[in-house]
């Protein structure tokens, strides 16, 4: 049982393509298993892609007090009639889950890992594969949602800038918080560029899983509110992305402890804002 967060360094690398693809390949390698994917960023649109009905209960309101059962939600995707994904469920995070903190940053923190470690364990006994597509913005909520993971898949476009972001982000999330990445992806590379020397960077960082050719029908898929799996199952993009899937699949990914990581991130996060208050 794993919880892979799935990470990119800055807004439209495709971590919400790529996340939505992990999650309805490993559903399917996994048809007796059910599959959990987070949707921690608001710009995934799970409701417009159809991967969940309108919600009303989101992660924000679990922490208030909902049972959790109330904000996990079965995949609407049908083909003909009949659930594509039958054994895929989504959890809408929303945008700010977090409460405003009021009083001491201490406790806070405390029932913060209190919670996180109850949903998760809770989450654990129910999912093979949670797959959470972490927000873009740097905030406490994307810092939660890195936390909790016991891996990190790093997306990453094919140029210097995309692949060195990567690089610092990967080594910062595992000196402050211990989070481990587990694999690396290159999405969206044009015909015939040559990637070979990113992709040697991007190893260093984690085994490169994959490369996600640039391809049409993810755009054309995503403007018919479709996920490019469900709609082009066959298309070069989403070959890779069962591919890079059934590689994740083999991987061992070891369980982690939530409540050290969230305080550590929180902390973390603390002091680097106080110092940046200061200068
Ligand atoms: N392999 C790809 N080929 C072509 N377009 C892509 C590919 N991956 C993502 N895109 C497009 O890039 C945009 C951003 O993708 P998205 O998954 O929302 O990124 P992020 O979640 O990182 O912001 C979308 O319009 C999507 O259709
Ligand atoms: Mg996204």
Redesign the pocket.
Known sequence: MSVISVV?T???????????GLAISLAKLFPKNWVLLVDG?M??RSVELKMCPDYDVTLAQVLEGKPLEEAIYLSQLESEGEPLYPNLAVLPAGGRFLPVIRGDFLSFIEETKRKFDQIIKKLRKRFEYIVI?TP?SMSFEHLILTAVADGLIF?AEPNDDSVEATINTARGLKEFMDVRPVGTVL???PRGVDVREWGKKLSAVAPLLGI????????D???KNMP?LALYPRTV?SK?IQEIATKVARLSIKPSKVPEKIERALQKTAELLSKGEES
Do not use: Q, W, Y
Request: glycine share 14%; aromatic share 6%; hydrophobic share 45%.
């Open positions: 990119g800055k807004g439209g690398v495709g971590k919400s393509t790529f996340s939505m960023d710009h995934i597509d873009a997306v999405n969206k590379v996600i050719p640039e391809d049409p029908l993810v755009g898929a995503f403007r490019v993009a890779a």
